[in-house]
Every structure is written in structure tokens, then in C-alpha cells.
């Protein structure tokens, strides 16, 4: 079955920037999504499709996604994006929505 | 606006059976398709399933087969997810979410309910 990878966490200062991968074989193939999940709240999709961000979401939230790796990068980071970040792929091989295992983001 | 309504938290020994309810509002309901996530206490999101409320065709995870079913009523435009044969390892909380499908974006998962926690102990 398909694996995506995540560090376990990612810790940044407040204004600045994080970035939180994703790797899996060939994800650059596969259309990639991310949610965000605060302590005791649903997840909230924050990018979907590589790149793209549902309305609402600030444009601080910006995703790419080549060869094995996709990124997730948060720019001007405040307390507020503190959260846990999940990645996200359908896997075709074996009809199989797939997580990856998240990464708890820190603001120092 | 969209919004999705889960039923509240449950109790359940081992071995029974818990159904969770989802009532949609704010769009068709029989347009977009609904998904089940399962997320066991500090652990990540599984997927469990999906079921469209147009035909009712369902996709159960491999890891739920013979044990989960997942149904609406496009009456109420209420989606259902029941989980038998329930194990101390079940106890998590369950998320519904709806899943949108774009030309361009592919599928994806754009609103969520609030979860559902449902607790199996002796």
C-alpha cells in the first residue's frame, strides 16, 4: 500500500517560515491535499490539489508538490497556525484514501 | 452554508455495535459524495470509507470490511456510519466529511463535521 512520510513535528519563531513535507513514491504524480487540525477541532482543509486553497484560508498557506516530495510552507507564522498538518493522497492502486501520519507544527 | 451535524458522543461495551449520524445542510446532498475518519486518541486520521448519497454506492477501507456500513436518507440529508463487533481499539473519534470532486482539483475533502467520540469499555 501507498505511505506518505511526515516528521513527527517542525518547530519555527513567531514571522517566520515553516515548511512541512510529505514524501511518497512519485507523489509528484498524485494531486496532494492538506488539512489542519487544532487541539480538539475537526481538521480543516487548508490546501488541496498541489497548490490550491479553498476560500477563506490566507494566502500565508501555499503548497507544492514534485518528484517524491510535496510541501506545505506557512509563511509569517503566528500562534495561531500552531496545529497538527496532515497530508493526503488517493491511491489509485488500491482505491485507498491515504494519510500521512502528520506533523505537529510548534510556534516557539 | 455548508455545515455538517454529527450525533454526540457515545458508550459502548465490547462487542456491540454504535451507529453515528451526519446531518448535511447548506447544499445538495445528493451532489457530493460522504467519508468516514476514524481517529484513535493522540493517533492520525484513517479513512473508513465513502458512501454517495445519490445511488448509495459505498467503498469500505480494507480495514473496516465486513464490520462497518455506511448509509443515508436523503429525506433528512442524513449520512449513517454503523461499526460492529466494536473493540477496545475502536474508541476514537469518528469524523464525517463531505468529499468534492472538481475537474480540476481532483477530490478532496472540504468540510468536515465536528466528530463524534465514541468510547468502547467494559
Known amino acids: 500500500s501507498y505511505v506518505l512520510t511526515q516528521p513527527p513535528s517542525v518547530s519555527v519563531a513567531p514571522g517566520k517560515t515553516a515548511k512541512i513535507t510529505c514524501g511518497g513514491d512519485n507523489i509528484g504524480t498524485k494531486r496532494v491535499h492538506w488539512y489542519q487540525q487544532r487541539p480538539g477541532q475537526a481538521p480543516v482543509l487548508v490546501v488541496y490539489?498541489?497548490?490550491d486553497r479553498p476560500s477563506g484560508i490566507p494566502d500565508r498557506f501555499s503548497g507544492s508538490n514534485s518528484a517524491h516530495t510535496a510541501t506545505l510552507t506557512i509563511s509569517r507564522v503566528d500562534a495561531g497556525d500552531e496545529a497538527d498538518f496532515y497530508c493526503q493522497v488517493w491511491d489509485s492502486d488500491s482505491d485507498y484514501w491515504v494519510f500521512g501520519g502528520g506533523t505537529k507544527l510548534t510556534v516557539l | 452554508q455548508v455545515q455538517l451535524v454529527q450525533s454526540g458522543a457515545e458508550v459502548r461495551k465490547p462487542g456491540a455495535s454504535v451507529k453515528v449520524s451526519c446531518k448535511a445542510s447548506?447544499?445538495?446532498?445528493?451532489?457530493?459524495?460522504i467519508i468516514w475518519v476514524r481517529q484513535a486518541p493522540g493517533q492520525g486520521l484513517e479513512w473508513m470509507g465513502w458512501i454517495s448519497p445519490y445511488n448509495e454506492n459505498t467503498d469500505y477501507a480494507q480495514n473496516f470490511q465486513g464490520r462497518v456500513t455506511m448509509t443515508t436518507d436523503a429525506s433528512t440529508s442524513t449520512a449513517y456510519m454503523e461499526l460492529r463487533s466494536l473493540r477496545s481499539d475502536d474508541t476514537a473519534v469518528f469524523y464525517c466529511?463531505?468529499?468534492?470532486?472538481?475537474?480540476?482539483?481532483?477530490?478532496?475533502?472540504?468540510?468536515w463535521g465536528q466528530g463524534t467520540l465514541v468510547t468502547v469499555s467494559s
Open positions: 466529511a463531505r468529499e468534492s470532486d472538481d475537474v480540476s482539483g481532483g477530490k478532496y475533502f472540504d468540510y
Open positions: 490539489a498541489d497548490s
Open positions: 447548506g447544499y445538495s446532498f445528493l451532489n457530493y459524495g
